[in-house]
């Protein structure tokens, strides 16, 4: 199959079958023609998967096109937009019909679910490698960002921490136990389908002063919010939101060190002050949020970790910091 047919057959029909008023030129031409909604700021971002890095090397097709999506998606809730498009960049190292039949199926299950619309991208051979470019709006002015956060604000989470990490152990045959299916089900699901949270981040505008997705880990990512905002922070431990699921898998400290340095888990994390707790609470309250304060900013640099006020420090320091690419 040829570059061309192969865009035809598994990328142009299912994009051109959905295609909204906004995308004024999609898949076919050298380069799409997109209207952004008035009175709001393009959010673009931009994510590269290769294989062996980040997933593994026999990973299922269909699997691996969810993940490839979702993950750029995250990175849109973080910044409290809604997706509206992607691009798909894909090298692969033959083309596989049987492959890219699970690919498509996945990646276009998961551009449904979300309201995104592909409109271009490029295909080439050599080592399997998927980048995907993700594009959304967000009101001007209301963006979510890295360097709102003040000394006093709390620092929360969204929903579980860990379960991806759990979910590669599961794949990976690492755990010490065997917590039974529904518990690999869940954690792999977690690893393989990450919840962007386009919701959660919908409610957090005009409460949450800094935020961003949990890709590298909690200690990391925090780190992040740290270094832009020009403030420390301390975590709370024994305040990490576990799953019971991953608590099946594992001990607690496995647990522990999983949602503070597992990465992965595409969560929200954020800040808020002192003064707006009060509707986050009411938010969380009724349902609309599931969120946990898991720390406080504070003045300083660095993310300081404590259990029940005493210095706590991951398994080694090589981990200490969470994923990093080099």
């Not at 004024?24 to 590269?48: F, H, I, K, M, Y």
């Not at 993940?67 to 409290?80: F, H």
């Not at 039974?180 to 962007?196: A, H, Q, S």
């Not at 594992?250 to 954020?270: I, K, V």
Request: aromatic content about 6%; glycine content about 10%; hydrophobic content about 40%.
């Amino acid at each position: 199959m040829g570059e061309f047919e192969l865009i035809r057959h598994y990328f142009r029909q299912h994009s051109a079958e959905s295609t909204p008023e906004s995308v004024l030129l999609g898949v076919g031409d050298d380069a799409a023609l997109l209207q952004p909604p008035a009175g709001e700021s393009l959010v673009v971002t931009v994510d590269t998967l290769m294989a062996g890095a980040h997933f593994p090397q026999d990973a299922p097709a269909e699997e691996i096109g969810q993940r490839a999506l979702r993950v750029n998606l995250s990175d849109l809730a973080a910044m409290g937009a809604r997706p509206l498009w992607f691009t798909l960049a894909l090298t692969l190292p033959e083309a596989s019909e049987e492959w890219l039949r699970g690919f498509s199926r996945g990646l276009f299950a998961a551009a449904e679910e979300y309201g995104c619309t592909l409109v271009g991208g490029d295909t080439t051979r050599g080592p399997l490698s998927i980048t995907v470019q993700a594009m959304g709006a967000v009101p001007t002015g209301l963006a979510l960002r890295r360097d709102g956060a003040s000394a006093g604000d709390y620092v929360l989470v969204t929903h579980t921490l860990g379960d991806s990490a759990g979910g590669l152990a599961v794949l990976q045959e690492r755990l010490s136990k065997d917590p039974g299916d529904e518990v690999r089900t869940f954690l792999t699901e977690r690893y393989w389908r990450p919840m962007p949270r386009l919701e959660a981040a919908s409610r957090l505008t005009g409460i949450a002063s800094a935020a961003l997705d949990i890709s590298d880990g909690l200690l990391a990512d925090l780190g992040h919010i740290c270094e832009a905002s020009d403030l420390g922070a301390e975590i709370f431990v024994e305040d990490l939101p576990l799953s019971a699921a991953l608590q099946a898998a594992t001990d607690q400290t496995q647990a522990r060190e999983w949602a503070l340095t597992g990465g992965d888990d595409y969560e929200l994390c954020f800040t808020v002050p002192e003064s707006q707790m009060g509707e986050l609470g009411m938010l969380i309250a009724s349902g609309e949020l599931q969120a946990s304060v898991v720390g406080r900013m504070r003045a300083g640099s660095g993310v300081d970790c404590r259990l029940h006020g005493e210095p706590f420090a991951t398994q080694s320091f090589a981990t200490q910091q969470g994923y990093t690419h080099f």
